[in-house]
C-alpha cells in the first residue's frame, strides 16, 4: 500500500467521493453530473498536476516566485475502444517573455520536457503501461 492511500466512497448514484490520508478530496461522478470529476478528466489532472509539480522549481527559479504556471491535459479517445485514450497531451501554459533570449527560452523548455518525461511518476506510469491488480476485500 502507498504512504498516502485513497479511499474512494460512494456517496449516491454514480457519485463518489475521494479522500486520501491528508484530508483531501474530490468529488467522483459521470460525465455531466455537477461539481465532479470523471475518472478519465482525473487521469488527466493527475497527467497536468504532475507535471506542473515536476516543472515549478525550475520555472520559478528563473522566472520568478509569482510566475503563473497553467497546465492544460487533453485526450484522444480510441476509435475502435470507447473505454481507452489512445493520447494524451499536456501543455504548458507560461509566460517566457522574462527570458529575453531566445536562447535561454529553448533551454527552459527543454529542460522542463526532460524533467517531466524523466521524473513525472504519473505519466511514467501511464506511458509504461503499470499493471492495476483489482481485489475484493471479503
Known amino acids: 500500500m502507498s ?4 479511499e474512494v466512497r460512494r456517496t ?3 457519485s463518489f467521493t475521494a ?14 453530473a ?7 478528466e482525473l487521469l488527466l489532472a493527475a497527467i497536468a498536476g504532475c507535471s506542473a509539480v515536476t516543472a ?13 504556471v497553467t497546465v492544460h491535459a487533453d485526450r484522444d479517445k480510441d476509435p475502435e475502444d470507447a473505454h481507452r ?8 501554459d507560461v509566460d517566457l517573455a522574462a527570458l529575453t533570449d531566445t536562447e535561454h527560452r529553448e533551454k527552459l523548455v527543454e529542460v522542463v520536457q526532460r524533467a517531466v518525461e524523466q521524473q513525472c511518476t504519473v505519466s511514467r506510469s501511464v506511458e509504461r503501461g503499470t499493471p492495476v491488480d483489482v481485489s475484493f476485500n471479503r
Do not use: K, M
Open 19 to 32: 479522500t486520501n490520508g491528508r484530508g483531501g478530496e474530490v468529488e467522483i461522478g459521470t460525465d455531466g
Open 56 to 68: 515549478e522549481q525550475l520555472l520559478t527559479r528563473r522566472l520568478g516566485e509569482d510566475a503563473a
Open 3 to 6: 504512504s498516502t492511500p485513497v
Open 12 to 14: 449516491g448514484q454514480r
Open 85 to 92: 485514450f489512445s493520447a494524451v497531451r499536456a501543455a504548458f
Open 34 to 40: 455537477p461539481d465532479s470529476f470523471t475518472p478519465g
